[in-house]
C-alpha cells in the first residue's frame, strides 16, 4: 500500500522526483489556502456576531442604567417633599388649586395661604396626596421633576408689587 501515484510515476519514469516534489507543495498549499479562506469566512461571521452582541449588551445597560437613574431621582424628590413639608394639620381655610384639569382642595392656615400666595411656598404631589414646601424645596424639586410642582406663585411679580405700595400702609384693622 506505500505504492502512492507519486511513486508509481517516479519509478516509471513519466515523471522527475523533484516535479512530483513541486506538484505536492502546490496541492498542499492550494489545500491550505481554501482552508485558510474558510477559516476568515468564519472569524468574520464570529467577530460580527460579537459586535452584534457587544451592540445589544451596551443597549441594554443604557436602559437600565436610565431606569436606575430614574430610581434615584424619584427617591431623591420623595426624599425633598417628605424632610421639608410644611405641618398644615390644623389647617382650617380651604385653599383651591388645579391639578392638571381639575380643581383640588387642600385646607390649610390662613398663615400658610398668603405664603402660597407670595410664592413662599409651593405645592407639590407626592404619590396619590398634595403637600406644602418652602419655594427653595420647589425650585430644587423642579430641576430634577418638574411634574411634582402642582401649584407656585412667582415671586418676582409679587415683590414688585409690593415695590410698589411699600409707601402706603395697611390698617391692622382691615377685614378682607
Known amino acids: 500500500m506505500g505504492n502512492s501515484l507519486k511513486d508509481q510515476l517516479v519509478r516509471s519514469g513519466l515523471v522527475s522526483k523533484h516535479k512530483a516534489n513541486t506538484a505536492g507543495r502546490k496541492k498542499h498549499a492550494k489545500a491550505k489556502a481554501g482552508a485558510k479562506a474558510t477559516v476568515s469566512e468564519s472569524e468574520r461571521l464570529a467577530r460580527e456576531a460579537q459586535a452584534a452582541k457587544a451592540e445589544r449588551d451596551l443597549k441594554l445597560n443604557r436602559e437600565r442604567d436610565a431606569l436606575a437613574q430614574e430610581k434615584a431621582i424619584a427617591a431623591q424628590v420623595r426624599q425633598l417633599i417628605t424632610m421639608n413639608a410644611v405641618s398644615r394639620d390644623d389647617g382650617e381655610v380651604p385653599y383651591h388649586f388645579t391639578d392638571g384639569t381639575t380643581v383640588k382642595t387642600i385646607h390649610v392656615t390662613d398663615k400658610l395661604t398668603r405664603q402660597i400666595a407670595n410664592g413662599q411656598l409651593a405645592i407639590v404631589r407626592?404619590?396619590?396626596?398634595?403637600?406644602?414646601?418652602?419655594?427653595?424645596?420647589?425650585?430644587?424639586i423642579a430641576q430634577r421633576d418638574t411634574g411634582c410642582i402642582i401649584a407656585q406663585e412667582s415671586r418676582s411679580h409679587d415683590e414688585e408689587l409690593d415695590d410698589e405700595y411699600a409707601d402706603f400702609k395697611v390698617p391692622d384693622d382691615l377685614m378682607w
Open 126 to 140: 407626592l404619590d396619590e396626596r398634595y403637600e406644602v414646601v418652602p419655594a427653595a424645596v420647589a425650585d430644587k
